[in-house]
């Protein structure tokens, strides 16, 4: 169990193998800044230190990109790599692999939670029941 979001964090780093330089290349931190947040040499990092942090890996490691332009009209909050929305599968297999890091995170609960109703209600018939084959 995570005690801080720094604790949360650095467990992400270090079992995905990123370096402070790679956090560094991609975000406005040095690296000496980022290193220091690993070692927990820094205690109290401001609060927009660690929102670039974790917005470069979520971006890495989750799929939350922002999508390009011509992806705009999609209705999905999660994106591949490479900007395109990502599909249900992709999703569950991820959600599946790193379970464990997500049954703390309330907002990605909340964001399955909203994207699962969407699903069922597109798969309402006229009786208003789910209908199992309109789902996927």
């Not at 929102?51 to 939350?64: A, T």
């Amino acid at each position: 169990m995570y005690k801080t979001r720094i604790d949360k964090l650095v467990t992400l780093i270090n079992e995905n193998n990123i370096t402070a330089y790679e956090i560094a290349q991609n975000t406005s931190l040095t690296i000496n800044g980022v290193q220091k947040i690993i070692d927990g040499v820094t205690e109290k990092p401001r609060s927009r230190t660690l929102d670039d942090i974790e917005n470069y890996l979520n971006k890495k490691l989750f799929l939350v990109n922002e999508a390009p332009e011509h992806y705009k009209t999609s209705d999905s909050k999660f994106y591949n790599k490479d900007g395109s929305p990502a599909t249900l599968k992709q999703l569950s297999e991820y959600v599946v692999r790193n379970v464990e890091m997500f049954k703390e995170d309330v907002a990605f609960k909340n964001l399955i939670d909203i994207e699962a109703l969407k699903i069922l209600l597109k798969a309402k018939n006229s009786e208003g029941v789910v209908d199992v084959d309109k789902i996927g």
